[in-house]
C-alpha cells in the first residue's frame, strides 16, 4: 500500500515547503499540495517537519569484538537507536587486521551487519597498510559499492606514513572515492600521555592534556599538505578546534577541495567535562577530547557560515561501569568513545534551530544532502524529491522532553547528555517506505539494507 504523508512542511533544498508527499513501494512517487488520499495510508504530518533520511556519517559498532573492551552496541542494537533518532542510514568503519586484506574486512562486516541492522548502511574502508596488494583492492571495493576511506596520523597499530598517506590519497582519487583522516600527530600524543604519567597524573583529566589543541592543528595542518601535494579532495573527520579549522578555511582560499565533519560533542560538551568527581570523567574520555570553549564558540560559528559539510557521532559506546573501568589507575587505558547516535537529530534542532543559529535546511544539508552527496548516494538519499528513496522523518518540532540512559534504545549504561531537555525530535521514521518507528518508538527491525554507492560527489 502506497503512503499519503499530508499537512507537513517538506524541508527541501530551496527552504521548507508545505505540500504533500506520497510513496509507493520504496520510493518517492509524489510531491505536491492537497495531493488526492485516494487508497494510501495517510500520516497526518500537521504541525510537523519532514526531512529526508537522515545520514550518520561516522559510527562505530561492533567493534572490539570478542574483547574486553568491546562497544557496548552491535549492529542490532545500534541501528535500532539511530532509527528512533532518526537515522535511516549509517556509514561505519570497516578495519582489516594488520597484514590482512580490505576484502576480509568488507566481508567481516558484511557478516555483523547483514541480516541485522535496523536501519541502512554502508561502510567507510580502513586503511592500515599500504602496499601494492592493497593497492589492487580498491577497484574490488568499488565495484562492491565501497568509496570512502579513512586513515590515521595517531594510534601506533593505525597510522600510515605521510608519504604513504600522500599514495592513498592519489588512488583512491582516481577510482573517484575520498579519503578520510583522523588528525592528531601521534607522536605527540605519545609523547602527551607519557609527559602525564611521569608527572603523577593518571586519572581521565590527564587525557585532554596528554593532546592539547596543538596536537591535532599540526595533524590537519600536516594533512592538508599532504592532499595538496597529491591533488585530491579530501576529508577532515571529527574536527575539534578551532586552529584545524583556520587551517582547513586556509586550505580552501587556496583552492582546495576540503570536506569538514565534526560531532555534536565538540559543539555541546567543553573540557569543564573532565573535572567532574572520581572516575566520573572517563565517560567523556573520547579521543578528540572536548576543548575549551573558544574551540567551541569557533566551531559554532563555522556551522552557521556553512564551513561545516557533516555532522557525525563517532558512536563508540562502551559501558561505563566495566569497560571504561579498564582504565580506572590509568586514563590511557580507558576505551575512547561515547555513544550518541540516537540523540544527534534531536540535540541539533534543540541547540541549532529551535534557537535560530541555523535553519531546518541546513539541518537538512548538514544531516542528509550533504552526507548522500559526499559519499555517493545523492539522490538516492539525501533529498524529498520524485524517484528519490522513501528514507523519511516527520519530525515533531514541539516535542519537549528529556535524554535519559533509562529510556534510552543505546545499549550502554550512560549517556553524556543525561538529563538534557529537547525541543523536538524524530516522531515518524519510514524504512525503504515502511513505517519503522511511530510516536518516537521502533515497530520495525531487522530491515535496514547495505547501500552500494557511487563515486564522491564534490561541490566546493
Not at 177 to 201: F, P, S
Not at 334 to 339: A, H, Q, S, V
Amino acid at each position: 500500500m502506497s503512503i499519503l504523508i499530508q499537512n507537513g512542511v517538506l524541508v527541501l533544498p530551496d527552504g521548507p515547503q508545505r505540500a504533500d508527499l506520497r510513496v509507493d513501494g520504496d520510493k518517492i512517487v509524489q510531491l505536491g499540495p492537497s495531493l488526492p488520499a485516494g487508497d494510501s495510508r495517510v500520516l497526518d504530518a500537521a504541525g510537523k517537519l519532514v526531512f529526508p533520511g537522515l545520514i550518520d556519517t561516522h559510527t562505530h559498532f561492533e567493534m572490539n569484538k570478542g574483547l574486553a573492551n568491546e562497544t557496548a552496541d552491535d549492529w542490532f542494537t545500534g541501528t535500532r537507536a539511530a532509527l528512533a533518532g532518526g537515522t535511516t542510514t549509517v556509514l561505519d568503519f570497516a578495519e582489516p587486521e594488520r597484514g590482512c586484506s580490505l576484502a576480509s574486512a568488507l566481508e567481516t562486516w558484511h557478516g555483523r551487519a547483514d541480516g541485522k541492522a535496523c536501519c541502512h548502511y554502508g561502510f567507510h574502508m580502513t586503511i592500515k597498510d599500504w602496499d601494492p596488494r592493497i593497492r589492487s583492492e580498491l577497484r574490488d571495493m568499488t565495484a562492491a559499492g565501497v568509496t570512502s576511506y579513512k586513515v590515521y596520523l595517531a594510534y601506533d597499530n593505525l597510522r600510515l606514513s605521510d608519504a604513504a598517506a600522500y599514495q592513498v590519497i592519489q588512488a583512491v582519487g582516481r577510482e573517484g572515492g575520498v579519503l578520510g583522516c583522523h588528525c592528531e600527530n601521534g607522536d605527540l600524543v605519545n609523547a602527551g600521555i607519557r609527559a602525564q604519567k611521569a608527572a603523577g597524573r593518571l586519572g581521565p583529566s590527564a587525557h585532554p592534556r596528554s593532546r592539547p589543541p596543538a596536537v591535532e592543528a599540526e595533524a590537519v595542518n600536516r594533512w592538508l599538505a599532504i592532499a595538496e601535494c597529491a591533488g585530491y579532495p579530501v576529508n577532515v573527520v571529527h574536527l575539534s578546534t578551532r586552529r584545524g579549522l583556520e587551517h582547513a578555511l586556509a586550505a580552501r582560499e587556496r583552492g582546495q577541495k576540503v570536506y569538514l565533519e565534526t560531532c555534536p560533542q565538540y559543539l555541546l560538551l567543553d573540557e569543564s567535562c573532565y573535572s567532574l568527581p572520581g572516575f566520573e570523567s572517563a565517560k567523556y574520555v573520547f579521543s578528540p577530547p572536548a576543548r575549551p570553549l573558544e574551540d567551541q564558540q569557533a566551531l559554532w560559528q563555522a556551522l552557521e557560515r556553512g564551513d561545516i559539510d557533516t555532522l557525525g557521532t563517532d558512536h563508540c559506546s562502551f559501558d561505563f561501569h566495566g569497560v571504561k573501568a579498564l582504565g580506572k589507575d590509568d586514563f590511557s587505558k580507558i576505551p575512547n568513545g561515547l555513544p550518541g547516535v540516537e540523540h544527534r537529530p534531536a540535540l541539533l534542532y534543540t541547540h541549532a534551530v529551535a534557537s535560530g543559529r541555523i535553519t531546518a535546511a541546513d539541518m537538512a544539508r548538514l544531516l542528509a544532502e550533504n552526507p548522500a552527496r559526499l559519499f555517493g548516494m545523492y539522490p538516492q538519499k539525501g533529498v524529498l524529491a520524485v524517484g528519490s528513496d522513501a528514507d523519511i522523518v516527520i519530525f515533531d518540532q514541539n516535542y519537549t522532553g528529556r535524554i535519559a540512559s533509562a529510556t534510552q534504545y543505546q545499549n550502554v549504561d550512560y549517556t553524556p547528555y543525561e538529563g538534557w531537555a529537547l525541543r523536538g525530535r524524530a516522531d515518524t521514521v519510514l524504512l525503504s517506505g515502511q513505517v519503522a518507528v511511530e510516536g518516537g518508538r521502533v515497530v520495525l527491525e531487522r530491515q535496514g539494507r547495505y547501500v552500494r554507492r557511487g563515486p564522491a560527489g564534490f561541490w566546493r
